[in-house]
């Protein structure tokens, strides 16, 4: 399989897996806004910036480690190598959050009364920690098989993940808390999800175990290249006679040098499956690559945390009432933001796909290469960023009021479209500073925008709400890309069309607007359908006009 070809259907499985789940989970998010209320929705959100601490301890490092070392290893032919360091990475992992979960569990009445500040939220943070043993493991074998860049059994994880999750708390919604549901009902749901996915990813690793060292398998691989050598043995002949002069000495010295060829490569092969490393030295290797992303990331965590954590402080101080922050925040980020994310899955899934592949042709010197991804890359992530920011803006309020009811949560949509692009070009660029090993300058990059989000946040929230906050984000998403840019170009100089990725794109998403929005208008006064089905319309017609202007623009 080509490079290109490889990350287009390795982002592709992830992205479809991707709009999957996050349907699922927009469906649940409906379920529980309706079920618990905006407020135990709140103290939900509120639990993940300690519960990501320790994910980003005992997950964040070992995942990317293992699919970066398992990259370079399958590249080598030491499959050996790869699979003894899946086996120490689960272990490890798994011991650090057995440790963690306890400490957790112990620590929850205190983290909830003097760091989040709300008491209500200790038993669905005793909950949460739960699921950590479980997305330890998962994460590990994510990691391996993002590095053979087979990303099916990671997005079939995602889909039963949240297939289990939205059943689980439908489930115990009718039976164990039939008298009345609180924000412990989500969390349960997010330890059912992830324990059930963890079996099916084990599942999954174990039989391709079986089939890489079964008998079966190494038969049927033997009889599949006896049989090619036969067809090749037929076509060989079939040319002999055809050609009249045979001259004997050449025939001897290409058969010889074909021989001699193979043999090296049989040489090679062996000697790559015989290069295996110690426990000690593999080790070495991952630690000295997973060490400094787990810190890096461990560092961002605890800044992005505060963040999170400052922000119901900071609108108590707005609304003079905790319970009309606690519901605002639970708004924010339980229904506005996620419908900001949903677009970002394709990014998600191209990121996760392009740090091993750049990480690959950054070890072998591919210049020309990772020039034409990071162009590719960039504009694709820009052209989803503009899509969707119009996209917001023409039916974000609409979304909100049709899909959660709630007429604020459609402000916040229509607020926070401008983001997109920033917060969509960012990760991918974060990605492939990733990618290059970049990893502490990644990190600076990434505690500077969350120092000045955090900046806003202290200074204009108390002032003007929610509006600050986004004032905030702007100014610390387009800090993190400009740095990243001029990081990324000073180790690979890439093209970049302003024409192409940014003015084109703009023009055909305002015409595409005002076109949809027109039919809008006119599908609303003459047909008899709800406003869900004019709005799935509309929004079809702005994505196929969108597109197809995109196809002839690359056609011309």
Not at 516 to 524: C, E, L, Q, T, V
Request: one cysteine or more; glycine letters at 6%; charged letters at 15%.
């Amino acid at each position: 399989m080509s490079y290109k070809k490889m990350i287009f259907t390795g982002t592709l499985i992830l992205t479809l897996s991707g709009f999957l789940a996050r349907i699922l989970g927009f469906y649940n998010r409906i379920f529980l806004s309706n079920l618990i209320g905006a407020k135990e929705l709140g103290i939900y959100q509120l639990i993940f910036p300690i519960y990501m601490l320790c994910f980003s301890l005992c997950c964040h490092g070992f995942e990317t480690g293992i699919s970066n070392l398992t990259s370079r290893f399958f590249a080598k032919g030491q499959k050996k190598n790869a699979h003894h360091l899946v086996r120490l990475g689960c272990f490890l992992s798994f011991c650090l959050s057995i440790l963690l979960m306890l400490a957790l569990f112990e620590g929850a009445d205190y983290l909830s009364t003097f760091i989040l500040k709300e008491a209500s939220a200790a038993p669905s943070l005793k909950i949460a920690a739960l699921s950590l043993p479980f997305v330890s493991i998962k994460a590990c074998l994510h990691g391996y098989y993002i590095g053979l860049n087979h990303s099916s059994v990671p997005a079939v994880s995602q889909i039963v993940e949240q297939i289990t999750r939205v059943g689980g708390i439908y489930l115990l919604s009718i039976s164990v808390f039939i008298m009345g549901a609180d924000a412990r009902i989500a969390a349960w749901g997010m330890v059912l999800g992830e324990a059930v996915s963890t079996i099916y990813t084990i599942l999954a690793y174990f039989r391709t175990l079986f089939f890489e060292n079964s008998i079966f398998f190494q038969k049927n691989l033997q009889k599949n290249n006896s049989n090619k050598n036969k067809q090749n043995k037929k076509i060989s002949n079939k040319k002999n006679q055809n050609k009249r002069i045979l001259n004997k000495n050449n025939s001897d010295k290409i058969s010889k040098n074909y021989n001699k060829k193979y043999a090296d490569k049989r040489t090679f092969s062996r000697q790559a499956d015989s290069c295996t490393l110690s426990t000690r030295e593999l080790l070495e290797h991952f630690f000295s690559f997973s060490i400094p992303i787990s810190v890096n990331h461990f560092c961002l965590t605890i800044i992005s945390s505060l963040e999170t954590m400052l922000i119901p402080f900071m609108l108590e101080i707005f609304f003079h009432s905790h319970s009309q922050a606690l519901e605002t925040y639970g708004t924010l980020t339980g229904m506005a933001l996620p419908f900001l994310f949903f677009p970002a899955t394709i990014v998600n899934s191209l990121s996760v796909m392009l740090m091993p592949a750049i990480s690959s042709a950054y070890d072998q010197k591919q210049h020309r290469q990772m020039e034409n991804t990071i162009s590719v890359s960039l504009h694709f992530c820009l052209l989803i960023g503009i899509f969707s920011t119009f996209a917001f803006l023409i039916y974000g309020t609409v979304l909100g009021e049709t899909i959660f009811h709630s007429k604020e949560a459609g402000q916040y949509v229509y607020l926070f479209s401008v983001l997109c692009p920033f917060m969509y070009a960012a990760q991918t660029t974060s990605s492939i500073l990733n990618g290059f090993g970049k990893t502490k300058q990644t990190l600076y990059h990434n505690l500077l925008g969350v120092g000045i989000r955090i900046f806003f946040i202290l200074l204009l929230i108390p002032s003007k709400g929610i509006p600050g906050y986004l004032i905030g984000l702007l100014a610390g998403y387009s800090l993190q890309l400009l740095l990243n840019l001029f990081r990324i170009y000073q180790i690979v100089p890439f093209y970049f069309s302003a024409e192409k990725t940014l003015f084109f794109p703009v023009i055909t998403a305002i015409g595409g607007g005002i076109l949809s929005k027109k039919f809008w208008g006119i599908a609303s006064a003459a047909l008899p359908l709800s406003s869900f089905y004019i709005l799935a319309i509309s929004g079809f017609l702005y994505f196929l006009f969108f597109t197809l202007c995109q196809i002839f623009r690359e056609s011309v």
